[in-house]
C-alpha cells in the first residue's frame, strides 16, 4: 500500500507553477512569502549562509521564469527580486511601481499603483518598464 504525502501550501504552489519543489526552493519561497521587501542574492546568501550560492541564483532565475518572483532594477546596481502578486504574469499590464528608501536602501513593491500605459510609436512593442520612487520610509523619515 502507497502511503500519500500530504503537501505544504508551498510545494503546492510550486507544483501549480510546474516548478519542482526542491529542499532549497521550499526554503526560498518561504523567505519571500514571510518578507514584504525585494530582497537581492548577497541578501539571499547572508539568509542561507550555508547554500551555494550558484543553487540560490538558479532558484531565482527558475523563480522569475516561472513568475513566481520578479526582477526589480532600482538603481541601486543591485538586482532585487519580489515576490508576484497572485494571479501576475508579469505582462506589461502588471508592471507596478517601486519604492527605494535611500536611507536603508530597502526596497518594497507598491502592488496597488500600477504603471500606466505608454503610447509607443507604431512597430513599438513594450516588454518591460521600471518605475522607482525614491526617498525614505517611514521607518527612515523624520517623525
Do not use: W
Amino acid at each position: 500500500m502507497k502511503k500519500e504525502i500530504e503537501l505544504n501550501a508551498v510545494e503546492k504552489k510550486l507544483i501549480a507553477k510546474n516548478v519542482n519543489p526542491t529542499a532549497m526552493r521550499i526554503l526560498v519561497m518561504n523567505y519571500f512569502q514571510k518578507s514584504s521587501n525585494a530582497s537581492s542574492l548577497r541578501q539571499l546568501e547572508e539568509h542561507f549562509e550555508k547554500s551555494d550560492m550558484t543553487t540560490l541564483y538558479r532558484t531565482l532565475k527558475t523563480f522569475v521564469e516561472h513568475n513566481i518572483l520578479h526582477t526589480i532594477d532600482d538603481g541601486s546596481g543591485i538586482m532585487k527580486y519580489a515576490r508576484c502578486i497572485e494571479g501576475c504574469v508579469c505582462a506589461p499590464d502588471d508592471l507596478h511601481y517601486h519604492f527605494h528608501c535611500l536611507s536603508c536602501k530597502e526596497t518594497i513593491c507598491l502592488t496597488e499603483q500600477r504603471i500606466p500605459k505608454v503610447q509607443l510609436p507604431e512597430n513599438f512593442t513594450m516588454s518591460e518598464a521600471n518605475m522607482v520612487v525614491k526617498g525614505n520610509c517611514s521607518n527612515c523619515s523624520p517623525k
